[in-house]
């Protein structure tokens, strides 16, 4: 009998990886619901706009054949038709992730632990529904193929990256295909059919006539707008972000410094004056529910591992993500949203700010011991 004791960690809690993994999917299922009937929601508008014409795609087709239809107005037919988009992406996501863990597990000769397999679902979930509904499913491997890879398992693994993993490949796709990535193709699988994200028609339009585009505030905070497949609903981050941080799994000092910064950013944007830039005179508010900024503050730029470990570190870790979402919208128009790199930059310095608190804590000690 090998009488060893095994590697860390050897407490054993009702906190563990696992637990805290199976909250954040438990979390994840509002923003992925909401996301999900979106998905159908927009097809089915795209369906049912004047001057469509031609082969509408197998989705459609299948609807009409079921006997279901795309009316847009119809709420279960838009949720079949999201279906159709969201589970084929999942499945090819979840399947990748997996088999790169496993095949690097194996290489390193080390079992998967618990709560791993609860990891590659988050991981998975988390990459879905960052994605554009209508991506190309090989594009979707590699991409998450790159999450993996190169954005967690050439690090060590769980617990050893630096960069947020589904970012990562999120980054990696929005340079080789910016095209797909930025712009909404196909929806119905028409020739030279497009859709603009939601920040893209507002940086074409005048930021005072933002209802003009067809929605209301309360439309963009509940998340019906297009956009990634799981992103658009600030109503659904806002519940996941008190369940986290009620269950202790997000730090909250990060996404009220992320929400703080915003704010200050935005307000202090709208006091400057840019000819062509619609960007400026938008408001702080409307910043929220644009994009992707709540589900970047509640679920990756709290991610425990790529973020600022001490309690002052994450407060100016959550503020450099809000003003960065911010610089990145207002300065750069090829990437509207700004919430991606403004978290992997956060990412980035986290370390820097994390040495930084420590060695402010401990000349304070010095000097009040000396």
Not at 75 to 88: D, E, W
Not at 181 to 208: C, H, I, K
Request: aromatic share 12%; charged share 10%.
């Amino acid at each position: 009998m090998d009488g060893r004791t095994g590697i860390a960690p050897h407490i054993r809690d009702g906190f563990s990886f696992a637990y805290a993994m199976r909250v954040l999917v438990l979390a994840l299922v509002p923003s992925l619901v909401i996301g999900v009937f979106n998905a159908g929601f927009q097809a089915n508008v795209r369906l049912a706009a004047p001057g469509l014409s031609g082969d509408l795609g197998w989705r459609a087709g299948l609807l009409d054949a079921l006997g279901i239809g795309h009316d847009p107005s119809a709420m279960f037919s838009a949720l079949v038709h999201g279906l159709l988009y969201v589970v084929p992406v999942f499945i090819v996501v979840f399947l990748v992730a997996w088999g790169f863990s496993a095949l690097f597990a194996r290489m390193r000769k080390t079992p998967i632990g618990s709560g791993v397999g609860e990891d590659i679902l988050v991981l998975a979930l988390l990459f879905t529904m960052l994605l554009p509904a209508t991506i190309p499913l090989w594009q979707a491997a590699l991409g998450i193929t790159f999450a993996v890879v190169m954005g967690r398992e050439i690090f060590g693994g769980a617990g050893k990256y630096f960069l947020n993993p589904p970012l990562t490949g999120l980054a990696f796709l929005y340079v080789t295909y910016p095209k797909e990535m930025t712009v909404e193709t196909n929806w119905a699988a028409v020739d030279a059919f497009t859709s603009p994200t939601y920040l893209q028609l507002v940086g074409r339009d005048d930021p005072g006539t933002i209802a003009s585009l067809g929605t209301t505030w309360m439309q963009s905070f509940i998340g019906l707008v297009p956009g990634p497949i799981g992103t658009t609903s600030a109503l659904a981050c806002v519940f996941a972000a008190v369940y986290l941080i009620r269950r202790g799994i997000i730090s909250g000092r990060v996404v009220t410094g992320a929400l703080i910064g915003m704010i200050a950013a935005a307000l202090l944007v709208n006091l400057m004056s840019g000819d062509g830039n619609a960007y400026i005179g938008i408001s702080w508010y409307w910043h929220l529910v644009m994009g992707s900024f709540a589900f970047g503050a509640v679920f990756l730029a709290t991610d425990a591992t790529s973020s600022a470990m001490t309690n002052r570190g994450r407060w100016i870790y959550g503020l450099l993500v809000g003003v960065m979402v911010i610089v990145i919208r207002v300065g750069n128009g090829h990437h509207p949203d700004g919430v991606m790199f403004a978290i992997l930059l956060a990412n980035i310095f986290a370390p820097l700010i994390d040495y930084g608190v420590m060695w402010a804590n401990i000349r304070r000690r010095a000097k009040r011991d000396a």
